[in-house]
Nanobody, 126 residues
Framework: QVQLVESGGGLVQAGGSLRLSCAASGRAFNFYTMGWFRQAPGKEREFVAAISWINSNTDYADSVKGRFTISRDNAKNTVYLQMNNLKHEDAAVYYC???????????????????WGQGTQVTVSS
C-alpha cells in the first residue's frame, strides 16, 4: 500500500505561482508513474500532468501546457507540480496519484491510477 500526502496548496493571486508537493510512502516510488489531477466545484476530476517512472517522460493537459511543470525527486519520494501564471480556472482541489503499471509513458486516465492522496486546495483570487 502506498500513502500519498499533498501539500503546498493555498490562496494565490491570479498571475502568481504555487508549488505543490506530494510525498509518497514506501520503497517502490521509483517504479510509479505519478500524476496530478484536479477537481473544481461542480466539475468532474480532470487530468493535469503526469511523469513516468522511467526517463521521466511527461504529459500535460492542454489547459496547463507552458504554465505548469511536473517533476520528481526519487531520493525524496516526492513529486512536484510547479504552477505559474495561475488563472481563476485553475482553482480546484489538486490530487496526487500513483500508477504502478510501469508504463513507459505517463497515462492520463484516472482509472489507470492505483493510489490517491487526499488533495490540497488551490484558490486563485483576483
Amino acid at each position: 500500500q502506498v500513502q500519498l500526502v499533498e501539500s503546498g496548496g493555498g490562496l494565490v493571486q491570479a498571475g502568481g505561482s504555487l508549488r505543490l508537493s506530494c510525498a509518497a510512502s514506501g520503497r517502490a516510488f521509483n517504479f510509479y508513474t505519478m500524476g496530478w489531477f484536479r477537481q473544481a466545484p461542480g466539475k468532474e476530476r480532470e487530468f493535469v500532468a503526469a511523469i513516468s517512472w522511467i526517463n521521466s517522460n511527461t504529459d500535460y493537459a492542454d489547459s496547463v501546457k507552458g504554465r505548469f511543470t511536473i517533476s520528481r525527486d526519487n531520493a525524496k519520494n516526492t513529486v512536484y507540480l510547479q504552477m505559474n501564471n495561475l488563472k481563476h480556472e485553475d482553482a480546484a482541489v489538486y490530487y496526487c496519484a500513483a500508477d504502478r503499471s510501469r508504463s513507459d509513458y505517463p497515462r492520463s486516465g484516472q482509472s489507470e491510477y492505483d493510489y490517491w492522496g487526499q488533495g490540497t486546495q488551490v484558490t486563485v483570487s483576483s
